[in-house]
């Protein structure tokens, strides 16, 4: 049987970095029964653009949910030194930090992490009127949405999530990527979008008919992989019969392959150091950082 070069060095990476000592490492812990392992690895370059010193510099990036109704995070490793934070959604960050870097210089940060993902969902328990508000990215309480909106049957909620999944799926164009988050009501509005903007209708949809939702960012893998910038993607979880179900309308998914979802993010207003981006954040006069490919 044939081995790609890309699978090759992944077992090697695993095995490589598994064997030696971490600068930094935030818990390891043991899989549920049931559950797939899956192990990750990303990585950002932060580079001096200029012919000055720069004497400090920030990054924060991503790590994937701790722990939700369907994903449990096992390790995390780090090839820098960093600062953990969670902020009010349960987005976990990580903050690298960098002093007196010369002109020109680089400084590659990699982040592995290996976690759990459940084929089913186990249970979860959910405040009463917690994911139900309006707000940024899902803008349900204003005029224009109430005026669009179509209405859904009331009674039985599983009904009324696929009548949902269905009328975004039918309604809603496709535009492929675009950098800008707009949001469930410039889907609603304009019948287009990408994965943001089918997830973010979904959800409000949803919160407007009583049912709690929120939409999440992160990636979808079927195997131990590199992560690449252009696969992020985002998607919704709806709350039903005591845990949360996965809808992705941009690609025809409920309530299946869940194993697959590997979350990142909690998309809405918080108190992320992240602030409005998506994956990552930095600071530092004559600093760029971008994801690697």
């Known amino acids: ?15 490589h970095l598994a064997a030696s000592a971490a600068p930094a490492v935030a818990g390891e812990q043991s899989a549920p029964a049931g559950a797939v392992e899956r192990y990750i690895r990303y990585g950002f370059t932060l580079q001096n653009e200029t012919g000055e010193l720069v004497p400090a510099a920030d990054l924060w990036v991503c790590a994937p949910l701790k722990a939700t109704a369907r994903q449990q995070q096992l390790d995390l490793k780090a090839s820098q030194p960093f600062a953990e934070s969670t902020d009010s959604l349960g987005n976990q960050v990580l903050h690298f930090t960098f002093s007196n870097i010369p002109p020109y210089a680089v400084r590659i940060v990699t982040v592995e992490a290996t976690v759990a993902l459940r084929p089913q969902a186990e249970p979860a328990d959910l405040a009463p009127g917690t994911w139900l508000q309006a707000g940024p990215l899902y803008e349900f309480d204003q005029e ?5 909106a179509p209405e859904f049957p009331a009674g039985d909620a599983a009904q009324t999530v696929r009548a949902i999944f269905d009328w975004v799926r039918q309604n809603v164009r496709d535009t492929g990527y675009d950098g800008t988050d707009r949001g469930a009501l410039h889907a609603l509005v304009e019948k287009k979008g990408d994965c943001t903007e089918f997830a973010t209708l979904f959800t409000a949809l949803c919160r407007r008919a009583g049912i709690p939702a929120r939409a999440l960012g992160g990636y979808v893998i079927g ?11 985002n998607w919704a979880e709806y709350y039903l019969d005591g845990t949360w179900h996965l809808a992705d309308p941009q690609r025809g998914v409920l309530d299946e392959k869940s194993g697959q979802y590997v979350a990142m993010r909690v998309l809405g207003p918080s108190d992320t150091p992240l602030e409005n981006f998506a994956r990552f954040r930095y600071t530092g006069s004559g600093i760029k950082a971008v994801m690697n490919k």
Request: glycine share 6%; no cysteine; proline share 3%.
């Open 1 to 15: 049987m044939k081995t790609s070069s890309r699978a090759v060095g992944l077992l090697w990476l695993t095995g």
């Open 144 to 148: 224009a949405f109430t005026r669009l």
């Open 223 to 233: 195997q131990n992989t590199v992560l690449e910038p252009a696969a992020f993607h």
